[in-house]
């Protein structure tokens, strides 16, 4: 699959007020400061498509993406494990639409969940990956900043994330926006589950 054109359509705050536009949707989740802004725009070939920020936890809506004109929605998930500070309200918020969206929306196909390459996946990426097993919702983990290591160190750490994850070293993709490495693999997998019925 190849990605042609993307625009931004809408976020949204609440998970009262989830979208249904009508057609697939494919999410991504991290970290805060994983770098999933940067990924959506080398994904997508858009540079400021999705708004970078030196902050980590800045994403705090779900933010809509068209892709192809319509063939599907790329969706930002808020940051989870975020550094700034909130107060409990507005934590139970961020919180409901994050568990919302991801148990509810009936069109969601995959969740592409990024990790740092470079360090072991946290307390916060293994119950993500837990909550999205046991919710039945299709997921690959994708690592990002592989640019940081060499192939060698890439490999070695692709390994032992499979294993702190339980997962199969299959499950996960090594991407760098910066070597625009595994952007062809990303596309692959999506097209897969967007094809699936």
């Known amino acids: 699959m190849e990605i042609k054109t993307a625009k931004f359509v809408t976020s949204v705050a609440s998970a009262d ?13 991290g970290r805060s400061n994983v770098g999933k802004s940067s990924f959506i725009n080398y994904l997508t070939g858009r540079k400021g498509l999705a708004k970078t920020s030196s902050t980590p936890g800045k994403t705090r809506l779900l933010n809509y993406f068209s892709v192809n004109d319509g063939q599907f929605m790329l969706v930002d998930l808020p940051g989870y494990g975020f550094a700034v500070k909130l107060s409990e309200e507005e934590r139970r ?35 993500m990956i837990s909550f999205l097993s046991t919710s039945i919702v ?23 994330i499979a294993s702190a994850l339980k997962l199969g070293v ?28």
């Open 17 to 29: 007020n989830i979208k249904d536009f009508g057609v697939d949707e494919i999410a991504v989740a």
């Open 93 to 127: 918020r961020w919180d409901a639409l994050m568990g919302t969206y991801l148990t509810s929306s009936p069109r969601l196909k995959l969740v592409l969940v990024l990790m740092d390459i470079r360090r072991e996946p946290s307390e916060l990426d293994k119950q």
């Open 138 to 160: 299709s997921f690959v983990v994708v690592l990002t900043k592989a640019d940081k290591l060499s192939r060698a160190a890439a490999g070695r750490q692709k390994s032992a």
């Open 170 to 197: 299959d499950n996960i993709l090594i991407t760098s926006s910066l070597n625009r490495q595994g952007k062809d693999d990303v596309c692959a997998v999506m097209e897969k589950y967007l094809n699936q019925e």
